[in-house]
């Protein structure tokens, strides 16, 4: 779904280059994967007005999709600033959730004081398939709270991520999307009308983009 906040963000992120497309010059994932788009919203905490637009936008959706919530989350490490600011704004509790056990002490992976029967909703900093997030969720439920959702700064728009979700009975949505991103990268110059026929293409199905 296409919003007024959907694509201001997008055109932001292109911007100051947090998200970066290369159709003819494909990235290399971490997992070997060959993709023309590379994010990183972590560059985002360093423009103070992107910074505060994503902060604000947070606020506003969250109250509207999640009203009743108690308790804000991050997932680590991306999204735990992003996090602390929406839980500050919003005056709420914030807990964060490592990627995996800390290796002494309590061996925590939720750090935090959470408590139990209260509503939980995560902030997220990307969503590919939605592996990673769908950990956090997975390690808050295991606290016995309730989490509402998941709401992330930008989706891939995978369909492996939107049944990931679905097989995990938990609600997602994001600022902006792919989909969103190609049309203001297109309307604004940065790529051409052939570029992006190629970046919808790798969407649809991205492990056999260049096959």
């Known amino acids: ?16 280059k947090a998200i970066k497309l290369q159709p003819t010059n494909p ?6 994967m ?9 560059k985002t905490l360093s423009y103070p007005e992107v910074r505060d637009f994503i902060r604000d936008a947070f606020v506003e959706q969250i109250g509207i999709v999640f ?20 839980a500050e704004k919003m005056k709420l509790p914030f807990v964060y959730v490592r990627s995996s056990p800390k290796g002494h002490g309590l061996e925590n992976l939720v750090e935090g004081d959470i408590s139990t029967g209260k509503n939980i909703v995560v ?3 990307l969503i590919s398939t939605g592996g990673s997030s769908l950990k956090a969720v997975d390690a808050l439920r295991k606290e016995n709270v309730n989490v509402m959702g998941l709401f992330a700064i930008f989706t891939y728009e995978f369909e492996k991520a939107r049944v990931n979700f679905e097989e995990a ?8 999307n792919y989909t969103t991103l190609i049309e203001a990268a297109l309307e604004t110059g940065y790529i ?8 919808k293409k790798w969407r649809i199905d991205p492990e056999n983009w260049l096959k």
């Not at 779904?1 to 100051?16: R, Y």
């Not at 990235?27 to 070997?32: I, K, N, V, Y």
């Not at 009203?67 to 929406?86: F, M």
């Not at 009975?169 to 902006?176: R, Y």
């Open 1 to 16: 779904m296409k919003s007024e906040i959907s694509i201001k963000l997008a055109k932001k992120l292109l911007q100051i």
């Open 27 to 32: 990235f290399t994932w971490a997992s070997g």
């Open 34 to 42: 060959k993709s023309p788009i590379y994010c990183d919203n972590r």
């Open 67 to 86: 009203p009743g919530v108690d308790i804000i989350a991050g997932v680590a490490t991306g999204a735990i600033a992003h996090g602390v600011l929406v």
């Open 123 to 125: 902030v997220e900093d």
């Open 169 to 176: 009975d938990c609600k997602f949505f994001s600022l902006s």
């Open 192 to 199: 051409s009308g052939d570029q992006s026929e190629i970046l």
